[in-house]
């Protein structure tokens, strides 16, 4: 296993993190007795950086995996997440300090690794897209974040780099977070590449090279872009059985459709399947330091370590994939 340092936290994190969302459903699904197995086999191929958010199944995710670190006695690094709603904004702060005790309960730790705010960024507040604004997050947020750390309840605090691209990246620019999760994978590069003006998606505006100059710690999420990159349309009976994309196409369907388009990948025996690519791809853009994947079963975990371990996709193939994001335009 690879480490990086995350940004300027100092952490050295494991290249492949442990997803405990949703969408693979593994920490919020399986089986207790399954869930400690693969949180023991995480740790044993080196994964260190587990993550969860008190809206994955409504703290289900955190109670889980708190108690299979606690029955593994595992020394790994957490983040968890908060999210600010319409009725929070009267009392930012402390529905912060609420949300964060909540979860170290639920979690049964006396702080968490990281802390990062699971609401859409926009210029301003906006109730009807139920995004935050810019200068609220780096004022009183980020004194909250401050507040908390010297208490001793969180280590280090980021976002979710989700909402309206420009106030993504002034919020980056600042250099007040130490951590960003962005969502990039083959099918939306674009906050890691350059993309044609037609691109029909989000464009984040090569939001990783901006992180990285900040010297922001950046956690990919979605890299299979919730399972569209695995090519399949039937899903593991673990999984969400239904998913809506974040930052990619229209729907699932049209994902997949998009992920069809890498099939060269396959065909020409560059890689074992579709779930490779996607990892390798991630994995070679500078400024990275983990890549979430989540998971629905051990093998799902056993396989991303090993493509992960595989390294970089080679150059050649880097090389021929702005031609296939040429053909993502309207339509």
């Known amino acids: 296993m690879e480490y990086r340092v995350l940004g300027s936290t100092g952490l050295e994190v494991s290249q492949i993190g442990f997803g405990c969302g949703n969408v ?13 197995r693969a949180v023991a086999r995480a740790m044993e191929l080196g994964v260190n950086y587990f993550d969860t958010a008190p809206s994955y199944a409504n703290g289900v995710s955190e109670t889980n995996l708190g108690q299979a670190l606690k029955a593994l006695n595992a020394q790994v690094y957490v983040g968890t997440k908060l999210r600010l709603g319409p009725q929070d904004m009267a009392d930012a702060r402390g529905a912060m300090v609420r949300s964060v ?9 006396d702080y968490v690794d990281l802390i990062q705010v699971h609401t859409h960024i926009a210029a301003e507040r906006d109730t009807e897209r139920d995004s ?4 609220r997050l ?49 099918i939306n590069p674009s906050a890691g590449q350059q ?4 691109f029909d998606q989000q464009d984040f505006g090569r939001l990783i090279d901006r992180a990285e100059a900040s010297n922001t710690g950046v956690i990919v999420i979605r890299v299979l872009a919730a399972g569209a990159l695995s090519g399949e349309e039937a899903r593991h009976p673990v999984a969400v059985p239904s998913v809506a994309p974040i930052g990619s196409g229209r729907d699932y369907a049209q994902d997949l459709d998009r992920a069809a388009m890498f099939g060269f990948l396959t065909d020409e025996g560059h890689v074992e399947g579709m779930v490779e690519a996607a990892i390798r791809f991630a994995l070679c853009k500078k400024g990275v330091s983990t890549v979430l994947v989540g998971y ?13 371990d595989k390294g ?11 031609e296939v994001w040429s053909g993502f335009v309207p339509g």
Do not use: W
């Not at 970089?312 to 702005?322: A, I």
């Open 132 to 135: 935050l604004g810019a200068d």
């Open 195 to 198: 993309v044609p003006p037609a």
């Open 24 to 36: 693979g459903g593994l920490m919020i699904r399986g089986e207790p007795e399954e869930r400690v």
């Open 296 to 308: 629905s079963s051990i093998e799902h975990l056993e396989k991303a370590v090993a493509y992960a």
């Open 312 to 322: 970089p996709l080679p150059e050649e193939l880097l090389g021929r994939l702005p």
């Open 101 to 109: 005790e909540e979860s170290l309960t639920r979690l049964d730790r």
């Open 138 to 186: 780096l004022g009183e947020m980020v004194d909250t974040f401050r507040s908390l750390k010297e208490q001793g309840k969180i280590r280090n605090y980021g976002i979710t780099g989700l909402g309206d691209t420009e106030a993504l990246h002034r919020v980056i620019d600042s250099g007040e977070l130490d951590t960003v999760q962005v969502c990039y994978n083959l």
